[in-house]
């Protein structure tokens, strides 16, 4: 079942019509022609709602419960997944995941926020927010890739990094700056493809990449609208002012210069049609990683260095 966002209203109470319809039709009346007419509506209501979106409606499609996530992923289109665990100094984080993978002919690293699905999985994967631990098991996973020569490829939905004391405690501001750095400097390609929500340096530390992509209605900020509108205004209540002034869309962040390829997603969302979203998703990585792989070292870090650099020129 679907769960529908405030501005999806008119549309769910189409589709409850719809359902009623089906429910009542036998074989005494026909009403196909009437139920054929509701879902033409339907579907045309649905897409001129979704071409027209906010940023914030924007940013509440990035967050909506069912938007598929990193392991709804690594199902969908990637194989032979091998996870690794651990930074070897403090211990194991569930809310960063990777490990070896293959993605059609490609051998890469795999890297990703996973968020969960329901209550216990998002309290086991701490709602995608990374600790330490996580950023430091993600720069052991980008050396390792370096030194057998494999592409990496990062999937990015976080809120931000976990903002807890004992992540402080453990050095968070450290390990998300040596991440950050640790992509910049890695001798292989590396795509990250904003797949939800990219927050803050959270996302900035798995996302400083040769490529960066971002799903239509992802949305990737230095920090949350609530966040920006409780300091600028001291009120959260102004988020959808905060979304607009501060580009989040994947649109504006292309025009910026800040990312480099919007990937399509279903009309509706991807949380709408999970396995045509992965299917975008994995044609978009298969391209780039294509393209980059005929590159050098040398070349792959001249071209980092030169797409950061050229931001806000």
């Not at 051998?107 to 699905?117: A, P």
């Not at 992509?183 to 530390?205: F, H, K, Q, R, Y």
């Not at 480099?260 to 709408?272: L, Y």
Request: hydrophobic share 45%.
């Amino acid at each position: 079942m679907i769960s529908y966002l405030e501005f999806e209203k008119p549309v769910a109470a189409l589709e409850a019509r719809i359902a009623e319809l089906k429910a009542a039709s036998g074989a005494d009346v026909d009403i196909s022609a009437e139920i054929a007419r509701l879902e033409g509506k339907s579907t045309a209501l649905l897409a001129s709602t979704y071409a027209s979106l906010t940023p914030w409606q924007k940013t509440q499609v990035a967050r909506h419960p069912a938007r598929p996530h990193f392991l709804d992923y690594v199902g969908h289109i990637f194989s032979d997944f091998v996870p690794l665990g651990g930074d070897r100094h403090f211990g194991e984080d569930q809310a960063i995941i990777g490990g070896f993978a293959r993605l059609g002919d490609h051998k890469i690293m795999l890297i990703g926020h996973e968020k969960g699905h329901d209550t216990q999985s998002r309290i086991r994967h701490n709602f995608g927010m990374g600790k330490p631990e996580g950023y430091r098991k993600a720069i052991r996973l980008m050396e390792l890739a370096g030194r057998f020569g494999l592409p990496v490829v990062s999937l990015v939905d976080t809120s931000g990094a976990f903002p807890g004391v004992e992540a402080e405690e453990r050095g968070q501001a450290e390990a998300i700056a040596r991440s950050t750095e640790a992509c910049l400097a890695l001798p292989v390609p590396m795509v990250a493809v904003i797949v939800g929500e990219g927050g803050s340096g959270g996302a900035v530390a798995l996302a400083s990449a040769s490529r960066v992509m971002m799903l239509e209605h992802a949305v990737y900020a230095v920090i949350s609208p609530e966040g920006c509108a409780s300091i600028l205004w001291r009120s959260p209540e102004r988020a959808a002012d905060a979304a607009e002034a501060m580009k989040v869309t994947a649109q504006d962040l292309l025009s910026l210069g800040v990312i480099d390829r919007i990937i399509p997603e279903p009309m509706g969302g991807a949380h709408r049609d999970g396995a045509a979203a992965a299917g975008a998703l994995g044609k978009a990585l298969g391209e780039e990683l294509g393209a980059l792989a005929k590159l050098s070292p040398r070349d792959i870090l001249h071209q980092r260095e030169e797409r950061f650099l050229r931001i806000g020129a």
